[in-house]
DNA sequence: CCTACCGATCGGTAGG
DNA sequence: CCTACCGATCGGTAGG
């Protein structure tokens, strides 16, 4: 019982690091001050000063987390599923799962396209474009052997489904009022719907698809 | 040239209010400080605060000012165009058009969304509701006689497409960063695109449309 | 519409 | 990891 009230030796960076990835992503980052994060974690504003030499550094280091996850996550998301329209399901349900698994992510991601665009612009052409691309490409195949329809703008319809999965997630309260249910209600069905968008628009009706994929 | 330095005799409060609508969207409430705004607008903090007693006070006046202009379009957004897939497409155009005309209008949205949900819940319910009824029963309208798909979840559906009209306009460097055009070009892709996502996910292909809608 | 000013809060430093 | 403290900025008031 000695031991409860200060239980952190050396993962306090650790810890400060998670509390202010939550209050980022709540409040954002002009709203929230290191004291109140300081607090949170039991110590002092300038022992939290200590770990991070400043505000912003926190803030990179917060944003250089979720990136990271990302990257150990989406090799994963990709290659999980079988093939043809199930892998394709699969890979968007895993993408709205990420963001659902824990929706700071999806309000930090909002946020931060929001306060600092051409931050999260050079990060996401450094860690997302490659793996969009091989979507796209595989969009551009699927047209050419005619399981995708041709009018489809590959880059465009990524984009819009992955802006989607983030703000079904970030954006709960608006759908809550309009839908008229409550948020988890809400955003089962709005997981399942923007699934069956994704594959309407995506894919020919009817269409096989070819064994190797 | 006299009066070139001072030209606002009476519509100070509408200068002020269009400042700070402008401001509020693009660096959000708590960053933008009333005194930055009066600056803008030549004149001193105080004299701002005649005109709207508090801070607060001037984020509602903002807020209301904004869903008074979806008050007044959307009923000309909604019964526009000719009817069917035209007039759902048309439909679908004119509330991108809306964002897009003015791009604070998304970003304010979204600001609003992340930092007062209940309130902005509220307002939606309040103003958006009765007409997103009138597009959901035309969904299940178009179900019954087979032009929409069946297994379309209205609600679900107008949310994604009214998220998604907001997103392409308020997060347009995400969309440069991933399609690795210019602002202009991506969003007329996004838009495009998803006026045709929107028209693929909701009606079957080929299906006719009865002449009276 | 102004000058002058207030108390509170902020990020950050000194020094231990 | 702490106490003590700094200069800057904030929303808002007094008083004219």
Redesign the pocket.
């Known amino acids: 019982m000695a031991s409860s009230k200060k239980p952190?030796?050396e993962d306090?960076r650790q810890r400060i690091l998670e509390e202010a990835t939550r209050r980022f992503g709540d409040h954002g980052y002009g709203e929230?001050?290191?004291?109140?994060i300081?607090e949170a974690v039991?110590?002092?504003?300038?022992?939290l000063?200590?770990?991070f030499?400043?505000?912003?550094k926190l803030r990179e280091e917060v944003m250089h987390n979720m990136m990271e996850r990302w990257k150990e996550d989406l090799p994963r998301l990709l290659t999980a599923a079988t093939g043809g329209h199930d892998r394709f399901e699969s890979t968007i349900m895993a993408v709205i799962e990420f963001y659902l698994d824990d929706p700071t992510r999806a309000r930090l991601s909002v946020r931060e396209a929001m306060d600092r665009p051409d931050a999260l612009k050079k990060a996401l052409k450094e860690n997302l474009q490659p793996w969009i691309a091989l979507i796209t490409d595989y969009i551009r195949w699927g047209q050419k052997i005619g399981i995708c329809h041709a009018d489809v703008d590959p880059e465009a319809y990524v984009i819009h489904v992955l802006l989607a999965s983030i703000s079904m997630v970030a954006f709960t309260p608006v759908a809550e009022a309009i839908a008229g249910t409550t948020a988890k209600k809400s955003l089962a069905r709005q997981k399942k719907e923007l699934v069956r968008m994704a594959r309407e628009a995506l894919f020919v009706d009817g269409a096989e698809i070819p064994d190797g994929a």
Do not use: F, Q, V
């Open positions: 952190a030796p306090m929230t001050s290191i004291d109140s300081a039991g110590i002092r504003k300038p022992s000063l200590y770990h030499s400043s505000k912003e």
